[in-house]
């Protein structure tokens, strides 16, 4: 009895440990679990250290003792003293390009023939004239001969009958040689474009002829800076792939284009084309004269207008206006900034002429 007793006892114990720790297990099994589930816990995050911007510190500029000059400027090209269009004046006669002799760049002498028209249909005219002209003459010495018997007004009649015969012979001789285009001095054939068959119009401008062994510098000014020039004065003339030169004005411009369109009606209105006058440009003369230098190369031309040689100068960036007021910001030994009113003379697009206000060596604040 007691036997079975314990027997009993030591099962229930066993199960009884066996149930808490399968319950121990389940804690353990939830509390791992639960951790799993949890959050991360967020990572210090690293602020950059914000440095304040500076403020930037406005430049300065000692005051300059040094020359200042005004200049004007314009553009030019090297232009020859004699230059004139190559033209028909007439087109009544012959209209076809029989022969073109020349081309551009050639040098030609004064009369040599540049273009020829066909005049083939005008040359037989004459010498179909010509024979009855010789008729008439004979016709006009038998009248000399019988004029007594004649009346006054039938000799009159055949006179001028005679006249315009002699006139016809002579105009159509002249359109024979207006059909040939002759070099009106000796020079170089700057532009050409007249072809083999092709037609021409009265004062229509086929070509150009220059005198490329007298070459000048020529400049265009307006007209306010026109007005601040005159002969002798100094001259820079920058010339492409050549360099600077000096030189001084040598010819005022005479004339002016007003038209703007430098050859006008370009010889369709019965009008010689215009050629590109001299006169129009202010001429300097160079001190020495490049080599190889052609005409119609490019150039720009400066010209002092004024110069001051010790003048007190400071960059025009630095001067201050408020109404009437000019003044600029002027830098003590010590670091400091004051006001000083300033009286400003020529100005450049850079720098300004102080006239009263500064002193060399000052240091002022610019913008």
Not at 157 to 168: K, S
Not at 241 to 268: C, E, R
Not at 297 to 302: A, F
């Amino acid at each position: 009895m007691f036997m079975k007793w314990w027997m009993e006892n030591l099962l229930n114990r066993k199960r009884q440990f066996r149930a808490l720790a399968l319950i121990s297990l389940c804690i353990v099994l939830i509390g791992a679990s639960g951790c799993g589930l949890l959050p991360n816990e967020e990572e210090e995050e690293d602020i950059p250290v914000i440095t304040p911007p500076t403020i930037s510190k406005k430049p300065e500029y000692e005051v300059r003792k040094e020359p200042i000059e005004l200049q004007v400027k314009a553009t030019g090209k090297i232009l020859s003293q004699r230059e004139e269009p190559l033209y028909f004046s007439n087109d009544k006669g012959a209209t076809h390009i029989k022969n073109v002799r020349v081309k551009a760049g050639d040098h030609v002498a004064e009369g040599d023939i540049l273009i020829e028209l066909d005049v083939e249909d005008l040359q037989k005219q004459l010498r179909k004239k010509k024979l009855d002209f010789r008729k008439q003459e004979i016709a006009m010495k038998e009248t000399l001969r019988t004029k007594d018997e004649k009346e006054e007004f039938e000799f009159e009649e055949a006179t001028i009958v005679f006249e315009e015969a002699r006139q016809e012979l002579i105009d159509l001789e002249q359109q024979i040689a207006d059909g040939t285009l002759r070099a009106p001095f000796a020079g170089t054939i700057i532009s050409l474009k007249a072809e083999k068959g092709g037609t021409i119009k009265a004062y229509e401008s086929l070509g150009v002829i220059s005198d490329t062994s007298a070459l000048v510098v020529g400049a265009t000014f307006s007209k306010d800076d026109l007005e601040k020039l005159a002969v002798g004065m100094k001259a820079t003339v920058d010339i492409n792939t050549f360099g600077t030169f000096n030189g001084k004005v040598k010819v005022m411009p005479s004339a002016t284009d007003s038209s703007g369109d430098n050859g006008g009606n370009n010889g369709m209105g019965g009008n010689a084309p215009e050629k590109d006058s001299i006169d129009k440009y202010l001429i300097v003369e160079l001190e020495k004269w490049p080599e190889e230098l052609g005409r119609g190369t490019m150039l720009s031309v400066s010209i002092v207008t004024q110069r001051i040689e010790d003048a007190v100068v400071i960059p025009i960036s630095t001067l201050r206006t408020v109404g009437s007021r000019t003044y600029v910001q002027v830098i003590e030994p010590d670091g400091t900034k004051r006001e000083a009113d300033v009286e400003v003379g020529i100005q450049t697009p850079t720098d300004v002429q102080i006239v009263k206000g500064l002193e060399p060596g000052q240091k002022v604040v610019g913008r």
